[in-house]
């Protein structure tokens, strides 16, 4: 079984501050995809980056970077200099190499004030 | 490229009542997912087809059931709605053995009175 968990719930910053999310996961499988979705209120889930379980090189992407630690079971999330628009929601989710599902956490909700 | 496109956007029901949720897949996408989100939660999975056959399924009873159409477009129905349906179910498509390459459209949100 897999479990995803997202142990923020509400995040509250001034624009230009860094936000940080955190997500912890749980899985015995060797292969697996850990993504990182933005849900505005508009509903859609917006894809935002995906690692899969052999690269655990951490990136840049634009304002995005994200830090994958097999050690610990995290894949946190940062967003740098933050933005109004940024404001959503965001969920952390697993797939198992060869499963047809993602395995969601609960979503943290971020708000940017300006 | 057009991506996931769902309908109804918003839908009302009553309770034991039968509703039947669209979904057309992003373009030279063969597989779609149902997903429900009840209210400050994350997506549950209800299921998965490809080439027209249930892939997969979570933890939903029988009433929730699909099906998968060789445009790769997808129904959700779900029979006898109880109150805890309401929710915004959420369609994904993606492109088989790609490793989870999901385009999500923006969901219908059922109200089950």
């Known amino acids: 079984a897999q479990k995803v968990t997202q142990a923020q719930t509400e995040i509250s910053v001034v624009e230009k501050e860094d936000v940080t999310l955190d997500c912890v996961y749980e899985t015995r499988d060797t292969t697996y995809y850990l993504f990182w979705y933005k849900q505005p209120p508009s509903g859609e889930l917006v894809f935002l980056i995906r690692r899969n379980s052999f690269d655990e090189q951490n990136e840049i992407s634009g304002r995005y970077s994200w830090n994958f630690q097999k050690s610990t079971s995290s894949f946190n999330f940062t967003i740098t200099a933050s933005q109004v628009v940024d404001s959503a929601v965001y969920f952390c989710a697993l797939n198992l190499g060869n499963d047809y599902k993602l395995s969601f956490g609960a979503g943290t909700t971020v708000t940017v004030r300006a | 490229e057009t991506g996931v496109t769902q309908s109804p956007t918003h839908l009302i029901k009553t309770r034991g009542q039968q509703v039947t949720l669209r979904c057309s897949s992003q373009s030279g996408h063969n597989t779609v997912s149902w997903y429900q989100q009840a209210l400050g939660q994350g997506p549950q999975f209800i299921f998965q087809?490809?080439?027209?056959?249930?892939?997969g399924r979570g933890n939903f009873p029988p009433r929730f059931s699909g099906l998968q159409f060789p445009n790769y477009s997808s129904e959700l129905n779900v029979n006898a709605l109880e109150l805890d349906d309401s929710a915004l179910y959420l369609c994904?498509?993606?492109?088989?053995?790609?490793?989870?390459?999901?385009?999500f459209g923006s969901g219908t949100r059922l109200t089950v009175v």
């Open positions: 994904a498509s993606s492109l088989e053995g790609t490793g989870g390459g999901y385009t």
């Open positions: 087809y490809y080439r027209e056959e249930e892939n």
